[in-house]
């Protein structure tokens, strides 16, 4: 069986033709936080401290939504695929409602966020320039989930030109008000963190302007659309809160401690942008596979996938291991900011390759309606294996954040193996179409 899951020079050709803008588009939204961590780095550990917490609360709230607002992807690609250009409209329809309400209720949920620091027990000096960060970003997450849902639309119909150029501009007025307003430029205060937090959301709120420009040419549908969304933003909020408690627990070695956290954590996340982007491009490819009812198609791009995602991630492991003061040095100029990074981001390149693997299987699965799975696998392997070698080494056996940072390489490792298992699996056999006009049908 396993020659059925042999790439072709053709599969791999259109893999990396969609893959491409995609993962640049990734790569450009995720270079916006990396800018803005930079600015922020060359201010204080502090105010660094301060943004890489802020992140933590707002990007984990989004991360859920977003999981939600992924449903599009099969339900648009497939559609397309079967030629059912009312499914896909309706596909989109559902994903930009979910976006709206899933966003207003993640603003909501932006208003506790000093009572949270404060449970937490983060550095008492830090809680402030933090909130305010929090309270910056929090109108700016409805627009940036709407975003997304235009944007895994227009990829499923294979129109991302217009997207890359969306990006590309959103990074150019992030950088710059990111200078007015970090540093305090043109009579403008010198903000700090808060500063890169306004400057993010007063660019979120043009960028999805900029799309509906670009993309303007039933209640029980809607329900089953939430549902095959849920588990998909379940598995982002497991990842992400595994991460995040990793964070509050280096906030406890100290304000350098946790920024250095962030610089590497930050700096991984960049890298991890291409293979989100090949498993995005393969979840649109496979879903129009199924929606024709091409197996062998669908196992070739799955195979195409993997293979590119993980050799990049090889490369880019390489890259980390090699020079890695270096990047840190880029981040910030505060030297025991640069101590800290240093260490952590040799452990980032270990754990490069599952973490590419990982998200690769999870686009293939997802564009094969299976969103169970990868949730599963997500807590088995990162709360069952990562967390507790995360808590022994970092505590237990004194290793300090980098210690911590070793559960992340184990976590990954068990999460990359089940779901790499579970596309052979699942893509070894026929996969129905799924619907959420009537009862949905779905192998996972």
Known sequence: MLHAFVPSPHDVRALVRLAVPIAAMQVGLMLMNVVDTVFVGHVSARELAAAALGGLYTIGLFNFCLGLVWAVDPLVSQALGARDAAGAALGVQRGLVLATVMGLVATLL???????????????????????????????????????????????????????????????????????????????????????????????????????????????????????????????SVEFTTFASISVFAGWFGAEAVSGHQVAINLASLMYMVPLGIGSASSVLVGHAIGEQDMPHARRVAASALAVGAGYMALSACLLLAIPGLFASAYTSVPGVVA???????????????????????????????????????????????????????????????????????????????????????LSQPVARISVEGDPTSSG
């Open 340 to 426: 800290v990074a240093v260490l952590l981001i040799p452990v980032a390149g270990v754990f490069q390759v599952f973490d590419g693997l990982q998200v690769v299987s999870a686009g293939v699965l997802r564009g094969a309606g299976d969103t169970r799975a990868p949730l599963v696998s997500n807590v088995l392997g990162f709360w069952l294996v990562g967390m507790p070698v995360s808590l022994w080494l970092g505590f237990r056996a004194g290793l300090g954040v980098v210690g911590l940072w070793w559960g992340f390489v184990a976590g990954l490792a068990a999460v990359a193996a089940f779901l790499v298992l579970r596309v052979r699996a699942l």
């Open 110 to 236: 932006c208003i506790p966020a000093h009572w949270v620091y404060q449970a937490l027990h983060e550095p008492a000096d830090v809680i402030p320039r933090a909130v305010a960060f929090v309270h910056i970003s929090a109108p700016s997450i409805t627009p940036m989930l709407l975003f997304v849902a235009l944007r895994q639309s227009l990829q499923a119909m294979k129109r991302t030109n217009a997207l890359v150029a969306v990006v590309v501009l959103s990074n150019l007025l992030n950088a710059g008000l990111d200078w007015v307003l970090v540093f305090g430029h043109w009579g403008f205060p010198a903000m700090g963190a808060p500063g890169s937090a306004l400057a993010t959301t007063i660019t979120r709120f043009t960028g999805l302007f900029a799309l509906l420009v670009i993309a303007r040419r039933e209640l029980e549908p809607m329900l089953r659309t939430f549902r095959l969304g849920l588990p998909i933003g379940a598995q982002n």
